[in-house]
């Protein structure tokens, strides 16, 4: 085998043994710093992983869907409430104005005397017991109903 | 192993002189392993790469060395390698066979911006890419880098014999390329 080995230099013999390729000017001078920067750069994202790294993902979906909940419910939210507020303002005006009409405000009060005051009230009371007197509306059936229309209709 | 390599290692086992001593290390072996990768895989920027690689490997797994071989054997086992592992990736993302592989090399000579050499230097080049990869290595080393087969062995985990014998089959394919493009 050694006998093969120094032949091989007379059997490529023409052939030149030194490098035939070559590098980047300045490569094995640089070599190091780019190195040791990539080193760097490998490095510095492990250490950082923490534990809002491995959750990132799950929170930008949490985000997202109530981000999309609150596009949603808010408009909803509002479109019942000014609905319901409005429903509620127009009881609470009927309300007011039923109240305000058995209410006898204070400034009109002022101009009568006490009592002019207490001889309207009860003309207006014994207009109110005429209007649903029981002798008022038996003359009223007797009147304009036959007895086989009050018997039918009950 | 000598004194200053023991030192070498004990340092770059140590939190606080770690970064010193690589530095230290990749300025000693960086030519030597450069012209290693690029002799397997030709292109520069392929050798580039796997040069870096390479020495991250190193620095991740130096705890890890058990010393029952050199620092020089240990980085030229990791570069070998990673070498090979890059052809075979080559080939599985690529699909081609080990003719393939063979072109491939081939056209990354061709298109070498960074080859300077003379036509005969190239044609041996071209007759060393038709080699099976253990033989192209085992060339490489002996014939560019008169590496001894000792040397060899523990690098490639191979018999001596072994080595010698595909280093002979080596020549002999070389040979024949050459005469072939020579007719």
Redesign the interface.
Known sequence: ?KK??EN?EN??G????D??????ED??ET??D???K??GE?EQPIKKRTLFFYLKPALMVAASFAFVMLLVYVPVKKFFYTSGNSYSSVQKMNTDSIDSANEIPATLISYFSEGQFLSAVTDMKELESDTISNDKLADFIAANYSDYDVIANN | MDSTEKELIANLKSDGNRQKAFQILVKTYQVRLYWHIRKIVLNHDDADDILQNVYIKVWNNVDSFREDSSLFTWLFRIATNESLSFLQKQRRHSIVSMNEISDYLADSLESDVYFDGDEIQKKLQLAIVQLPEKQRIVFNMKYFDEMKYEEMSEILQTSVGALKASFHFAVKKVEEFLKEERK
């Open positions: 085998m093969t080995d091989i059997r490529l023409n052939i030149r043994k490098q035939p390729f070559r590098v980047p490569y094995f070599f190091a780019r190195l040791m990539r080193i490998e």
